[in-house]
């Protein structure tokens, strides 16, 4: 019997589809031959048809509005000081393309195919949320980039609230918000390129085949040539000032003339690297030398230290509050415990606040609660922090740190242990309480298994782990019970006196001390050096002398119980470990069980820290 399909409709049916099938395949033959011998024209120099120029626009269109739908609201895109910022990046690279209010564009911007349209004439067209879209992910087939850096977007805010000015601005006021006048301060010193320095390797986006097309590091040619020209104090005066507050801009720069010289060295280095992400400060750091980057920050760190003041941004008074004491409730714990003292030395990039610019404090805030803040990978508490704040105590802390003198100290307003020895009657009897699961030797807990010596730690880490059990953020109901059978002052007490007393070095176990060299050889390098292959820093950046004195929430390891350190990495490793204000959980997945354990005993045999 015949198949109905090898006769009547069907049969000329399957003979329709052959066909069609074979004209498709005669058309892509055809226009891959046509592309492989170079008869597709490709040339920039004549104009996009009407049909081509329709396609490309609506489509454009299309896809920004429905992205934009998807934007949370601006900011106060009316700020003075956030429209001025975003008036400096336009001036140094938006304007080459779209050219200025009365002003014409670039014969090169009008020789691209398709053309960047003059913005001034066609920016009210789009909405806020559709400019920040546009800026955030550049346009596919045109010369409109992306935003230089895949984090930090926040800042994209700036540049659209300049562009909701160009309509109504006038070829004069355009000059007078792009241009820096720095000449009533005398003429900027000059700053010679004089070498490239070592060249950094710059991580941008996702990295494009065939690779050794490109170059991706710096220092670069730059937007604009700021390093070539040997005037890179020029640029930098545009958004921060001649004195480096940060007054051209409100305060929306940063206030370097607060800032150590290595602070500023190395945060021009990341920005020009990548590591720290800014699609602002990236055109600018990545085309300077690394000879200007050491001269700029000398420079700026000599200056006198001045401060813009506090603004009326929010309540200094909660903000003081929150910045000398935190919120034991919310184990949110005080600004000074980590900004204080002389943690703008401590190498982890934590800087001075006392003094800075409120409109950039509250900005990183916001930026951080948002998890878009510039410097996302490493030991950074500040999105989890930023989080817990509502966005009127943002502004408040911020008001607050802005009004204090240049070089405040920021010490925590925290209880301290009586001069007399054994004075604190107290303290003493709290301690008496620790002994019940820790050790009650001088180390307490140094010679049991799973409790951590707690000597070696400083009073506002240990401060602070105790408000994170009364909130319940370390699940562990031995803890939790007894951080709730005490006030936030004794807490605060018990610390004190812990953090005061002499680091006592834990036992160590002597079957865990017969570990095979090899093992605590790989284990020192990961602890020294990292594995950057796999993303992991070297544990001493965060937990190394000189910034573990610093930081004081960082915990000490040199010292410690071994099976103690071992059993908190394995638990960082699983999926149960909630967000503490670390990054160790992403960090102890990356490690091995065996690495775990060997520089579980790597930082065991060390001698503890003196405090």
């Not at 198949?3 to 066909?19: A, E, H, V």
């Not at 009316?78 to 304007?95: E, F, K, M, N, T």
């Not at 005490?486 to 006592?504: F, N, V, W, Y």
């Not at 670390?582 to 060997?598: K, N």
Request: aromatic content about 6%; overall charge negative.
């Amino acid at each position: 019997m015949r198949s109905p399909f090898t006769t009547g409709p069907f049969k000329s049916g399957s003979r329709l589809l052959i066909g069609f099938g074979a004209v498709l395949l005669a058309l892509g033959l055809g226009g891959a031959a046509a592309m492989h011998f170079g008869l597709v024209p490709v040339s920039a120099r004549p104009p996009h048809n009407a049909l081509t120029t329709a396609v490309l626009h609506d489509t454009f269109r299309a896809s920004v509005e429905r992205r934009a739908r998807e934007v949370e609201p601006a900011p106060d895109l009316a700020d003075p000081g956030l429209i001025a910022l975003g008036a400096r990046h336009y001036g140094q690279v938006c304007s080459s393309c779209h050219g200025g209010p009365g002003l014409g564009q670039s014969p090169v911007a009008l020789s691209m195919r398709p053309r960047p349209q003059s913005l001034p004439a066609v920016v009210d067209g789009f909405s806020a949320s559709e400019l920040y879209v546009i800026l955030r992910d550049g346009v596919r087939f045109t010369a409109m980039p992306s935003w230089p850096s895949d984090g930090n977007f926040n800042e994209i805010w700036a540049v659209v609230a300049f562009l909701r000015q160009l309509p109504e601005m006038t070829p004069e006021a355009y000059r007078a918000a792009t241009v820096a006048d720095v000449a009533g301060s005398g003429a900027p010193p000059a700053m010679a390129w004089t070498r490239r320095g070592p060249q950094m390797p710059v991580k941008l986006h996702d990295e494009a085949a065939p690779i050794e097309d490109y170059l991706y590091a710096a220092p670069s040619t730059g937007w604009r040539p700021i390093g070539l020209q040997d005037m890179p104090v020029a640029y930098c005066a545009a958004c921060h000032g001649a004195d480096g507050t940060g007054a051209p801009t409100g305060g929306q720069a940063p206030n370097l003339a607060i800032l150590d010289a290595d602070t500023i060295a190395a945060r021009l280095r990341a920005y020009a690297e990548g590591t720290r992400e800014s699609g602002i400060m990236a055109t600018v750091a990545s085309s300077l030398s690394g000879p200007q980057i050491e001269a700029l920050a000398a420079y700026y760190a000599d200056l006198p230290d001045r401060t813009l003041g506090a603004p009326d941004r929010g309540d200094p008074e909660r903000g003081a509050v929150l910045a000398r004491r935190g919120d034991f409730a919310r184990a949110l714990p005080a600004c000074g415990a980590c900004h204080g003292g002389e943690a703008g030395a401590s190498g982890l990039g934590v800087p001075r606040l006392a003094g800075q610019g409120a409109a950039f404090l509250e900005r990183r805030l916001d930026s951080f609660a948002a998890e878009d803040g510039p410097d996302r990978q490493g030991w950074n508490p500040m999105p989890a922090i930023a989080k817990a704040l509502s966005p009127d105590e943002r502004a408040a802390v911020a008001t607050y740190l802005a009004g204090l003198p240049a070089g405040d100290p920021l010490v925590p307003a925290r209880p301290r242990v009586p001069a007399e020895a054994g004075a604190d009657d107290e303290a003493a009897e709290l301690l008496l309480r620790c002994t019940a699961c820790h050790d009650p030797g001088p180390a307490l807990g140094a010679d049991r298994d799973l409790s951590p010596n707690l000597t070696l730690q400083s009073a506002a880490y240990l401060d602070h782990q105790m408000a994170l059990f009364d909130a319940g953020r370390r699940p562990v109901g031995s803890m939790q019970q007894a951080a709730h059978e005490m006030t936030a002052e004794q807490i605060g007490r018990l610390s004190a006196a812990l953090g005061a007393a002499p680091a006592a070095r834990s036992g160590l176990d002597p079957e865990r001390a017969r570990r095979p060299d090899f093992e605590l050889a790989g284990a020192g390098k990961l602890a020294e050096e990292g594995d950057p292959a796999r993303g992991l820093p070297a544990c001493l950046s965060c937990h190394g002398a000189r910034p573990t004195a610093a930081v004081g929430l960082l915990p000490r390891l040199d010292g410690q119980r071994a099976r103690y350190l071992e059993d908190r990495l394995d638990y960082f490793a699983g999926d149960a470990a909630p967000e503490v204000l670390a990054p160790m959980t992403e960090i102890a997945s990356r490690l091995t069980g065996d690495e775990r354990a060997a520089l579980a005993d790597w930082f065991a045999a060390r001698p503890p820290l003196a405090k």
